[in-house]
């Protein structure tokens, strides 16, 4: 059992390290202090980080993205297929999508200047995009355009300038199992749901055994079997029911935090990762797990932290982190090759493209590569 912390919160301040909670990391910008962990920051040590009201979060008119011609080549968090298109989101609210397999790239308008975090596509028209402000953007024409359906109804209320800055809540993953019901996942337990296709978005977070307000970093369906949501400091949390309960893991494989998971496309099993190149893996829907060894082409023990990752329609699993390391596996996850790319580029994911390349996003947007994420693409 852990010792209750009243709000207790992860503060990174060197990629792969944490430090003590502090009531006043509550305050600085927890989505700064992710991409700081997975190294998608300029700066990789501990900086000063004002507060949610000096960034900008703090209600006012949302200010629609900037085009730009290198909206493809800057940060991206998240990439998704809808059909034969290729749907990617991150910094400044930049959505941009590809028809022809990542070698060009749109720019879609979008009404918001904020980061954006993870998309979900649930058919070849409907997606969703989640991140800062708890904002969710929603389109019905597979990407093309985007309307605002949800952001904190706080930064709608009038505050006292004595009061200080919101805790700034980021979305951090969303998932759909139709049309109608989906859901949100982020800073400090927030949990959303939605049964009207997000019309209407519920606050469920209470619904969630979370009492210490641990962060959820990520969300992923497990074949013929539940939810699997994992996050901070270890925390791990499964549904049956795909969402409409959700139960607490105690006996958990480490106590480091957890930024990605998947499927293998397997009933029950579950990939999970994190810090310092933990990966573990189960095959009980996360009642026992067993670690999965990763060494570097030196045969050294794989000590970068990992960010996201995920499973092809064949089975083939990629997953990526700092230093540019990308791990394939072609056996379901029970085994990976590690490589690590000439330009040590910080990478949020990956996704394998149909040409047998693999698209991989990071701090310097989409690039593709060959199917071991280090030769060029064919």
């Known amino acids: 059992m852990r010792k209750p912390i009243e709000r207790r919160a992860l503060l990174l301040c060197q990629a792969g390290t944490e430090s003590k909670p502090a009531a006043k990391s509550r305050k600085q910008s927890l989505s700064r202090q992710i991409l700081t962990a997975l190294g998608l920051s300029a700066a990789l040590t501990c900086l000063p980080v004002a507060t949610a009201m000096a960034q900008g979060s703090i209600a006012g008119d949302a200010k629609p993205a900037v085009i730009s011609f290198m909206a493809s080549e800057v940060l991206l968090l998240d990439v998704e297929k809808v059909g034969d298109r290729l749907v990617a989101v991150g910094s400044r609210g930049h959505i941009v999508y590809s028809d022809d397999q990542g070698l060009t790239w749109i720019q879609a308008p979008v009404p918001t200047r904020q980061l954006l975090t993870a998309v979900h596509f649930v058919d070849e028209k409907n997606g969703w995009a989640v991140g800062h402000d708890s904002l969710i953007l929603h389109t019905a024409d597979a990407g093309e355009t985007w309307e605002q359906q949800y952001r904190d109804p706080a930064l709608e209320e009038s505050r006292d300038e004595q009061e200080g800055g919101l805790l700034e809540r980021p979305l951090m993953d969303v998932w759909f199992r139709d049309v109608n019901t989906g859901f949100a996942a982020g800073a400090y337990g927030l949990f959303l749901r939605t049964d009207d296709g997000g019309k209407t978005w519920e606050d469920m977070t209470f619904d969630v055994d979370n009492e210490n307000g641990y962060h959820y970093n990520a969300i992923t369906e497990v074949a013929d079997t539940g939810l699997f949501m994992v996050g901070e400091l270890g925390t791990m949390y ?74 092809s329609e064949d089975g083939q699993i990629v997953v990526v982190g700092i230093g540019g390391v990308v791990l394939t596996s072609d056996d379901r996850g029970r085994t990976f090759n590690v490589a690590i790319r000439s ?12 040409d047998g390349s693999v698209l991989l996003i990071g701090q310097r947007g989409a690039v593709k590569a060959g199917e071991n994420g280090l030769t060029a693409a064919p």
């Open 238 to 311: 499964r549904s049956p029911d795909y969402g409409d309960t959700w139960e607490t893991l105690t006996d958990l494989p480490y106590d480091g935090s957890f930024f990605g998971a998947t499927g293998t496309g397997e009933a029950g099993v579950v990939l999970a990762w994190g810090l310092r190149g933990n990966m573990f893996r189960s095959e009980d829907f996360g009642d026992t797990w067993e670690q999965v060894s990763l060494n570097t082409p030196n045969n050294g023990p794989l000590e970068s932290t990992l960010s996201s990752g995920s499973l």
């Open 343 to 354: 330009d040590r580029v910080a990478l949020s994911t990956g996704i394998f493209l149909e």
